[in-house]
């Protein structure tokens, strides 16, 4: 392989930095192939294609990057013709006409999705992180609970547990202190606790600040206390908000890290700033948490007026595997996709396991392509062969469910969980 220029390799820098950028990565792309490096060339290519399927220049440099005969480029205005007879060229770029681009690539891009009109897409849940606080806190307003698709038992009881109580404040002096408390999320990974998280702040209109436990102890050995008071600070400056403690399970006394000094204190630290929520000294602070493991959460913060209830996420059901393979094909190339149908063939896996899915099929078309020296768009059967390929990931993750659900549901905490097992006969 040969070594890249210091141009390149600052490219480079400047690529994995904003992956999304496309003039950017194709400006790369470019360079690469004037110094001879087709091959790499062609990979970036391919990935500014999925970012934005159909560019024209993309596509162009694809096509030479690949060692095909130059086609008359179909956008690039021949010298020949007269400027007059030329759509108005767009200022962005000289020499380059992204008006006629369009119309012509207009034409040539295949119906992405098989569907009725009007099907409503999902919002992206990306978002700014909040500036000047030593922690990221988010404004996730745009993303709301109708972008988690499917999931209507969990919606439902979000909104009689958490979200109805909290818009409707006649309804928060009639129960009082019943509402106290946060709520626990739990099930397999990747599933969609963090995403829901969000969503919730959504809804209330709320900052989101996520922390990971984990994090929180391994960065600070020694100070986690602090951190964890800091983190409610934070959020009390920042209200309404909602803490989101991510991998509670890491300060479970059930784990090895028990030997770990400050590990007592920083459950204690937060059970106090849990406590305190109830005291009204923290107005507008929501706690939610979330684990893979809740047989490893620490028995003291799951007490009345705590972490106190409980709401089981499991793999995603058929609405919410469409909302989520159409997020994760988005910005890809692809053609006469039938959501449902596909939907339908990943039953049992997780939200990151359909990214996989998607991801693979990309690698696929993508393999193709280079072969036959011919773009091709992902198509359906690049994703289901690929769905076919991937195995649920959270398959482990019920193995011990199951016996925790069959030998330890104490006080009925995992009877939610019992009944999706012996539905999916899992028990
Ligand atoms: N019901 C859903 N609707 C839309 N997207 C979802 C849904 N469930 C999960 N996802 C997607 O799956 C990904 C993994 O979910 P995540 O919240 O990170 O899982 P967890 O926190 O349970 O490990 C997220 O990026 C999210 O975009
Ligand atoms: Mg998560």
Redesign the pocket.
């Known amino acids: 392989m040969p070594e890249d220029s210091p141009l390149i390799q600052s490219l480079r820098t400047a690529v994995a930095a904003a992956p999304a950028d496309v003039p950017l990565r194709l400006h790369l792309a470019e360079l690469l192939l004037t110094e001879g490096q087709a091959e790499a060339a062609v990979t970036e290519a391919a990935v500014a294609l999925q970012h934005a399927p159909g560019d024209a220049q993309a596509r162009q440099l694809m096509a030479r990057a690949m060692g095909m005969p130059q086609q008359p480029s179909p956008v690039a205005p021949s010298p020949e013709i007269p400027a007059a007879s030329q759509p108005a060229p767009a200022a962005q770029r000289p020499g380059f006409d992204w008006q006629a681009a369009e119309e012509q690539v207009g034409d040539v891009v295949p119906p992405r999705f098989v569907e009725e009109p009007g099907t409503p897409t999902?919002a992206d849940?990306q978002d700014d992180p909040g500036d000047a606080e030593a922690w990221d806190v988010e404004r996730p307003e745009a993303l709301r609970l109708a972008?988690?698709?499917?999931?209507q038992e969990v919606k439902d009881r979000l909104e009689a547990a958490f979200l109805a109580p909290l818009r409707n404040p006649e309804l928060q002096r009639l129960y009082g202190k019943s509402l106290r408390g946060g709520l626990l999320?739990y099930?397999?990974?990747?599933?969609?606790?963090?995403?829901?998280?969000?969503a919730v702040a959504g809804e209330l209109g709320a900052s989101f600040l996520s922390v990971s436990v984990s994090d929180v102890l391994d960065m600070w050995t020694g100070n986690s206390e602090r951190n964890m008071h800091e983190i409610f600070q934070t959020a009390r400056r920042q209200a309404p908000c909602v803490v989101f403690l991510?991998e509670l399970d890491a300060l479970g006394a059930k784990r090895s890290r028990t030997l770990h000094g400050g590990l007592r204190n920083t459950v204690n630290q937060l059970l106090t700033e849990l406590d305190g929520i109830d005291s009204g000294a923290n107005d507008g602070v929501f706690v939610l948490a979330?684990t893979?493991v809740p047989w490893d959460v620490d028995n003291a913060l799951r007490r009345p007026g705590r972490l106190d209830r409980t709401l089981l996420?499991l793999p995603?059901d058929a609405p919410?595997r469409e909302?989520?393979l159409r997020?994760h094909l988005r910005d890809r190339p692809i053609e006469s996709i039938d959501l449902g149908k596909l939907a339908k063939a990943t039953d049992g896996l997780?939200?990151?396991d359909?990214?996989h899915v998607c991801e693979a099929a990309a690698e696929r078309a993508l393999l193709d392509s280079a072969r036959t020296g011919t773009v091709r768009m992902i198509g359906m059967k690049d994703l289901l062969a690929a769905a076919k390929e991937v195995l649920p990931s959270s398959e482990p993750w019920f193995a011990s469910a199951r016996n925790v659900a069959m030998f330890a549901n104490e006080g009925g905490m995992y009877d939610d969980l019992i009944a999706y097992l012996k539905k999916r006969r899992k028990l």
Not at 187 to 198: L, M, S
Request: glycine share 20%.
């Open positions: 999902r849940g972008d988690v698709g499917g999931m999320l099930g397999p990974p990747g599933c969609g606790k963090t995403f829901i998280a969000r991510d979330a893979n996420v995603p919410a909302a989520i997020y997780s939200g990151a359909l990214a």
